[in-house]
């Protein structure tokens, strides 16, 4: 019986016993894991496929946690994970309080940052590298980071920074020719300089053979780093643009090729200074179907490989907000010829395929730049296009500083499609898009809105692209469901009243519509007459709304799927101040000052009290605690 190798590791130090051939049945045996963890459940497939022999040589070569290692981005950790203690819990990875799907550091001390996003490793590391220097500390410092992450301008604030300083710093370049989909830009095609031949070996070899012909030096040239010959390198690979920029650049090297690998790293470890080592691996790499489509198998839905085909476990036919927008998104293209889409590297994850593929001239993918993407969707409105950008609630963090500037200051009618607000599920809090309405609201000009269901998403995006300055509409990563009712048209500011109640009111803003629905009905068994309102808009709230509900009804309860400091909630407790109303009987709910955990979405709504039960249980407290006052109730429908 063939030996586990995987099983049998504890510390990362084991690798150093390990021969040749004995690491490449380990990345085999990682590799099988890899396809046993997608068996059950949605999980980072691809991406990790395509480092197990990089991360293998890291460990090998490198004395991690004295040395430092930073992965970016973190989706392709789980080699990592395995080789450092956690194998035998792998089988937990994105379930609620198992392994995080990304490096975490309160899980091991080999895990440094949460890097979620991406690009900011190389700055981190450099950190990492001053403060040893200045407490005399002996150790090596390592970002590993991906060509698709590479164009984000924070790593080239920090390639910058680092050329200057002259630090003894390591930047593995994983050039796989993908971020989540194909790369974009310019610096890919430079990138691509040493790939221009069909066989990286015969590039390889050529190198080889003209470094030889150099005289004195010869085949010693890699090892004496003797500048002109470097040159000449960086030169032949494509490297010359990180040699003026201060760095050694060196390789390009076979990424599964773990001789070579071993070999590269153990020289550059001696070197001083800032260093890049330019990598190349496959995405997918050893499952066939994953490297002929990187793109699907990047977060596989969970499958089973039989009989050489790939059997999806689960199917689901419920469309969710994202399809819902994205076709909204492209009718709308499809009737005015000045929108325009941006996206910064998620048109996959914001499914605009078939816009991309229909408008190429009115679809732009940036690259992971969102600070970018912004600032150009200002430029086009400024041209006089209606520019839509789609981007996930917590990567247009990235860019405060161009919707302060280029954006809300010059109040330009730049549309956000905030994808993934709210709880992310499984991905965590790298992830989830907690701080979107917070962090919008204070901005003035700033129209903000969420669909309570499938039906007010379309309806919304037509206010917003006629609306004459910036507005952002907030959706989930979620089944896009529909709440039963006759809708009543978008009004700037305006919130739907679904149903009036004489005891209270449920305000909720967004998709937990349907929650505040149920714990509606769920009191009512209580005897409570309790209302739902849809509030539409955070930004501007219904006054007169709420001030007719302080008015007749004996208390309130805010929902929302996002941080309660700052959010939805607040901007109702300052809107009844401002009229000199109480809000003693407000009660919000959302999420809590904490960052939230990984886990099914489901399960963290239930823990943070946001599933219909919780939402009901908290009227139930409230109304006990300020009592009922039974209201004439209003027959009334309010649009408004």
């Not at 973190?74 to 379930?95: A, S």
Request: proline share 5%; hydrophobic share 45%; glycine share 8%.
């Amino acid at each position: 019986m063939t030996r586990k190798l995987l099983a049998e590791l504890t510390l990362p130090d084991d690798l150093k016993k390990l021969s040749l051939e004995e690491l490449r049945q380990l990345a085999a045996e990682i590799r099988h894991e890899l396809c046993t963890i997608v068996s059950r459940r949605a999980a980072h497939f691809a991406s990790n496929l395509g480092v197990v022999e990089l991360c293998l040589a890291l460990h090998r070569v490198f004395d991690f946690p004295r040395d430092h290692l930073i992965w970016d981005t973190g989706h392709q950790i789980y080699p990592h994970k395995m080789v450092t203690g956690r194998y035998h819990r792998m089988h937990t990875i994105r379930t609620r309080g198992g392994l995080m799907g990304y490096p975490n550091p309160h899980e091991s001390p080999y895990d440094l940052f949460m890097t979620g996003h991406a690009g900011c490793s190389v700055s981190c590391a450099l950190g990492l590298r001053i403060g040893d220097d200045l407490q005399q500390k002996k150790s090596r410092t390592i970002a590993v980071i991906g060509d698709g992450a590479l164009p984000s301008g924070i790593v080239f604030e920090a390639l910058n920074n680092a050329g200057e300083l002259q630090k003894n710093l390591l930047v593995i370049l994983n050039d796989n020719k993908m971020a989540i989909c194909p790369r974009v830009g310019a610096l890919a095609r430079y990138l691509d300089r040493a790939r221009t031949h069909r066989v990286y070996g015969e590039v390889k070899q050529q190198i080889q053979r003209a470094l030889a012909r150099v005289p004195v030096v010869g085949a010693q040239l890699e090892r004496a780093f003797v500048q002109a010959k470097e040159g000449m390198k960086a030169f032949l690979h494509g490297g010359m643009l990180f040699e003026e920029l201060g760095w050694r650049y060196l390789g390009p090297v076979d990424g599964h090729d773990l001789s070579a690998l071993i070999e590269y790293l153990e020289m550059v470890k001696e070197v001083p200074g800032p260093k890049i080592l330019h990598v190349f691996t496959e995405k997918g790499r050893g499952f066939p179907p994953a490297e002929r489509d990187p793109v699907k198998f990047h977060t596989p839905a969970p499958f089973q490989w039989q009989a050489g085909k790939v059997v999806p476990l689960k199917k689901s036919s419920a469309p969710t907000y994202t399809n819902v927008a994205s076709e909204a998104i492209y009718r709308a293209m499809e009737r005015d010829k000045r929108v325009v889409v941006l996206t910064a590297a998620m048109c996959e994850g914001n499914k605009l395929q078939k816009v991309r593929s229909d408008f190429p001239d009115r679809f732009f993918d940036t690259g992971i730049t969102e600070a970018h993407a912004v600032a150009c969707a200002a430029g086009l409105a400024k041209s006089g296009m209606r520019p839509i950008a789609a981007i996930y609630s917590t990567f247009l963090q990235r860019a405060y500083d161009q919707l302060f500037q280029e954006v809300a200051l010059q109040n330009l009618p730049v549309v956000f499609c905030l994808d993934r607000a709210g709880l992310t599920g499984p991905d965590g809090p790298t992830h989830h898009g907690a701080f979107d309405i917070a962090y919008l609201r204070a901005f003035p000009n700033f129209v903000l809105m969420a669909p309570g269901d499938r039906l007010d998403l379309p309806l919304m995006l037509d206010f917003a692209l006629a609306h004459d300055g910036p507005i952002a509409m907030r959706y989930p990563k979620e089944t896009a469901d529909e709440v039963s009712r006759q809708v009543a048209p978008i009004e700037l500011g305006k919130a739907e009243v679904i149903r009036w109640g004489s005891d209270g009111v449920i305000v909720a803003y967004g998709n937990l519509l349907r929650q505040a629905v149920q714990a509606a009905a769920l009191v009512a068994e209580h005897g409570l007459s309790v209302g739902v309102v849809n509030a539409r808009f955070a930004k501007p709230v219904d006054r007169e709304l709420l001030e007719r509900a302080v008015r007749e009804t004996a208390f309130m309860v805010t929902v929302e799927e996002g941080t309660l400091c700052g959010g939805f909630g607040s901007a109702v407790l300052e809107a009844l101040n401002e009229r000199g109303l109480p809000t003693h009987a407000v009660r919000r709910l959302g999420l809590p000052d904490r960052f939230v955990e990984h886990g099914d979405r489901a399960e963290l709504l239930h823990d943070l009290g946001l599933d219909a039960e919780g939402i009901a249980a908290a009227v139930l407290e409230l109304a006990a605690r300020v009592g009922r006052r039974r209201a004439p109730v209003s027959t009334e429908r309010i649009a408004g």
